[in-house]
């Protein structure tokens, strides 16, 4: 038998359909044998895993590595690092950084700081009105998909109208790209901010108030008309309500390709926390009363959420701690503490650890094309691996973080089960819970194994480019004459 890279031996491997005694084969970076240990080829490197949990990396779907733009709240080479220590090893980044990624030469300089990224990435262009007449030549400069801020947040970058929202969807439908969608109703947001500032409120919880469920529920149902019509793949992020559910199960129930993620302040924390935290706790959307926690852990349960990602959108403490709520930036560091909170509520018997795979792993690989090839712990799959300690207890703390953003509402939380090794691709990028240092730059774009399922496009005739296309009246008028 030829000797392979690497066999991580007695631990037990976890999908989200079983758990198995395994020991796992590694070769060229791709997973190449799962199964007895005396049916492992030799190999020049033996991991113990030996009452260990071995998990397939996890996806982020969202991260803010703030890269090119923001080097004070982080890079890419600090919030990769902290994606390699936290059990991550995709990460999608967002494009609300400075100059926004709506450009080629904005996404090249992204491309570009990527490079020293520890784990593997795609990139999440901007989707607006500017952007929207080269969507295309963004995909193939290198985007993975695209990010459409239907609401304000850091960067305030406009909203794109509800026409070019079709538009870009049009374009989009038949390539079948994804976009992820910032639902909440930025005209809502607006006029309510301005009117509880008017009113002197500055405490944390006017947040809440200037941002109600009701504006989530009426952007993902707008969002989910469009990509019904024109038969677009969407994808919403950060999903806070209980009471949006419903427009969620809707939508899928009508063969929407609508997919969902939600985050874990949004499970685990509430209107409590953000009393006791002010604007360390502010995020967009808001953390909202302790009644939409359970929902939401029942939606991931059921499908109607798909997965977990972080919304890792670090800022400096400075930034986070200001008096006025309005003048705390919004958003926090999460990409490094996501498992090991995680791995806590599956100690808690909230869910399994087949569960955890499914929402970290399995659902996000599937919805950015990368089903089979990333997410899970099988031959041919690449070897994107978290070895878990589910004894391990301990307290999170913002000063072992390593982004460059040490401010946190994790900070001093009880947790039980850590990462301990994270491999991407074969290699280690954390060991014994340090991060490999010379490990940088060993991440890479997806975009060259992406595989998007066909698309399916609706209404084609509607498109715009249909219907603007010469000889488009004249074959209109005849359809008009002619006999029903
Ligand atoms: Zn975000």
């Not at 796992?24 to 030996?50: K, N, S």
């Not at 998990?55 to 090119?68: E, K, M, N, Q, T």
Request: aromatic letters at 6%.
């Amino acid at each position: 038998m030829k000797t392979v890279d690497m066999v991580i031996r007695g631990g037990k491997v976890v999908s989200s359909q079983r758990i198995i005694s395994a020991s796992v084969a590694i070769d060229g970076g791709i997973v190449v044998a799962v199964g007895q240990d005396d049916t492992m080829p030799p190999a020049r490197e033996t991991v113990d895993a030996t009452g260990l949990y071995v998990l397939p990396g996890a996806i982020d779907s969202h991260v803010h590595f703030r890269d090119p733009g923001y080097p004070h709240k982080e890079t890419w080479k600090s919030g990769s690092a902290a994606a390699a220590c936290g059990g991550v090893t995709t990460v999608f980044d967002m494009p609300n950084t400075s100059p926004p990624t709506g450009t080629i030469e904005a996404l090249q300089m992204k491309l570009r700081a990527a490079e020293s990224s520890y784990v593997d990435f795609g990139i999440h262009a901007l989707f607006g009105d500017e952007s929207v007449d080269h969507l295309e030549d963004l995909l193939d400069a290198g985007a993975t998909s695209f990010k459409a801020f239907v609401g304000n947040t850091f960067g305030n970058l406009p909203a794109p109208t509800d026409g070019a929202l079709l538009e870009g969807f049009e374009k989009l439908a038949p390539l079948g790209v994804r976009t992820v969608v910032h639902a909440e109703n930025s005209s809502i947001m607006a006029r309510r901010q301005k009117r509880l500032r008017d009113a002197g409120r500055i405490d944390p919880l006017a947040h809440l108030a200037a941002r109600p469920a009701v504006a989530e529920i009426e952007a993902i149902g707008r969002v989910a008309t469009l990509a019904e019509w024109t038969g677009a793949r969407v994808h919403i992020a950060h999903h806070s309500a209980a009471d949006s559910l419903y427009v969620l199960r809707d939508a899928k129930a009508r063969g929407v390709d609508i997919t969902a993620e939600t985050c874990p302040q949004y499970l685990l924390l509430n209107t409590n926390d953000m009393l006791r935290l002010g604007g360390i706790l502010r995020v967009n959307p808001p953390v909202r009363e302790a009644r939409h926690n359970q929902p939401l852990w029942d939606a991931l349960r059921e499908g109607v959420i798909d997965m977990i990602a972080t919304d890792h959108a670090p800022h400096a403490p400075e930034e986070k701690t200001r008096e006025s709520i309005w003048e705390c930036d919004c958003g926090f560091p999460g990409v490094e503490t996501q498992m090991a909170l995680m791995l806590t509520e599956v100690n808690r018997g909230r869910a399994s650890l087949m569960d955890y795979v499914r929402w970290s792993a399995e659902a996000p690989a599937k919805a950015w094309g990368l089903a089979g090839v990333k997410g899970v712990i099988t031959p041919g799959a690449h070897a994107d691996i978290v070895i878990v300690d589910m004894d391990r207890t301990g307290t999170l703390s913002e000063n072992r973080l390593r982004s460059i953003s040490k401010i946190s509402p994790w900070h001093n939380r009880a947790v039980q089960g850590y990462p301990l090794h994270t491999l991407v691709r074969g290699r280690f990028v954390m060991r014994d819970g340090e991060l490999v240092e010379d490990a940088a730059g060993w991440g890479k774009t997806i975009k060259g194994i992406q595989a998007m399922p066909e698309a399916q496009v609706r209404h084609p005739e509607t498109f715009i480019t249909a219907v603007t296309e010469p000889g488009a009246a004249a074959r209109e008028a005849d359809i008009t004459r002619s006999p029903s």
